[in-house]
């Protein structure tokens, strides 16, 4: 049965539809759950978290593949459909819950302890929902130590905004946090007809290759900096620092660092690179 006929038939046997409030699209399309499979390079030497698997359509494929998978869902309606589809597995363990309150390491820690095997790689593979993208992407790349590599599927505005180049609209925080923490690239379009119910919007798969490449004194600063630089976009990278009282700098200090550091005081934070934010943020 492919995935679309095994999709209308769990709906029909469990008797459910797709909850707006958690922001259900369920992917029914076989070649791009198969494409997302590829490229996220799943083994059988990783462990894979799966955040928001609903009806299990990408799940099937990822316990074909890995080591064994952690599935973590907010919708308590689909714990039982997960469990009853997959009962024929081993490799995986299922959690009830907000993926926002929980610490992933300590959940992969506490599953390595039970089955008694260490992962040197810990992937995540995931469909995710759109609603609350950002704080998700925010949470895996900052928080979660032990994820190496990251394969979701957003809105392609979304996936946009996380590889734009400076002196666009679509540069910003996500920009900036997403080039700190990782390499970014997008993968593949993925068209509204590959879901039910179709969504508003054209979805894209992108893969973030978590690794560190530049040294900055203090993240905590760099980080606020970055925030504070675009809380009010228009306005010049000076004013916006002093109107935020980042670092409670005074006027007069920030443009003394400007000068220090040869950037012309008229700059927004768009046309600033993240070399430039860096430079700023060590030399405070």
Same mark, same amino acid.
């Given at each position: ?12 046997? /469990? ?13 029914? &399309? ?21 955040? %928001? @698997? ?9 316990? *074909?593949?890995? %080591?064994?998978? =952690? ?16 009962? %024929? ?10 993926? =926002? ?46 994820? &190496? ?28 946090? +997403? ?8 993968? /593949?379009?993925? @068209?509204?007809?590959? /879901?039910? @119910?179709?969504?508003?919007? !054209?979805?894209? +798969? ?12 203090? *993240? ?20 916006? =620092?002093?109107?935020?009282? /980042? ?19 008229? !700059?927004?934070? *768009? ?14």
């Amino acid at each position: 049965m492919n995935t679309l006929n095994k999709t209308k038939s769990i709906l029909k046997k /469990f008797n459910i539809k797709a909850n707006k409030r958690f922001g259900q699209n369920f992917l029914v &399309d076989d070649n791009i759950l198969d494409n997302i499979t590829n490229v996220s390079n799943i083994t059988k030497n990783d462990f894979v978290i799966e955040i %928001g @698997p609903g009806l299990g359509n990408l799940t099937n494929y990822i316990l *074909e593949n890995a %080591g064994y998978v =952690l599935l973590i869902e907010i919708d308590e309606k689909m714990i039982d459909i997960l469990n009853d589809r997959f009962n %024929g597995y081993n490799n995986y363990t299922l959690i009830n819950n907000d993926i =926002l309150k929980i610490n992933i390491d300590d959940q992969i820690a506490i599953i390595e302890d039970k089955i008694n095997r260490k992962f040197n790689s810990v992937k995540v593979v995931a469909n995710l929902p759109y609603y609350i993208t950002t704080p998700i992407i925010f949470k895996l790349l900052q928080d979660e130590n032990r994820i &190496d590599k990251i394969t979701i599927m957003v809105q392609k505005e979304v996936a946009e905004r996380m590889i734009a180049k400076s002196n666009t609209k679509d540069y910003g925080i996500l920009t900036l946090m +997403v080039k700190y923490l990782s390499d970014a690239k997008i993968e /593949f379009l993925v @068209p509204k007809e590959a /879901f039910i @119910p179709s969504p508003n919007v !054209t979805s894209a +798969v992108i893969t973030l290759e978590k690794k560190k490449k530049y040294v900055v004194n203090n *993240e905590k600063m760099f980080f606020d900096l970055i925030h504070c630089s675009f809380a009010q976009r228009r306005k010049t990278m000076i004013n916006s =620092l002093f109107s935020t009282k /980042f670092n409670n700098l005074d006027k007069q200090s920030i443009n003394y660092l400007f000068d220090k550091l040869d950037i012309n005081k008229n !700059t927004r934070a *768009e046309q600033l690179e993240i070399e430039d934010f860096i430079q700023i943020a060590n030399n405070i």
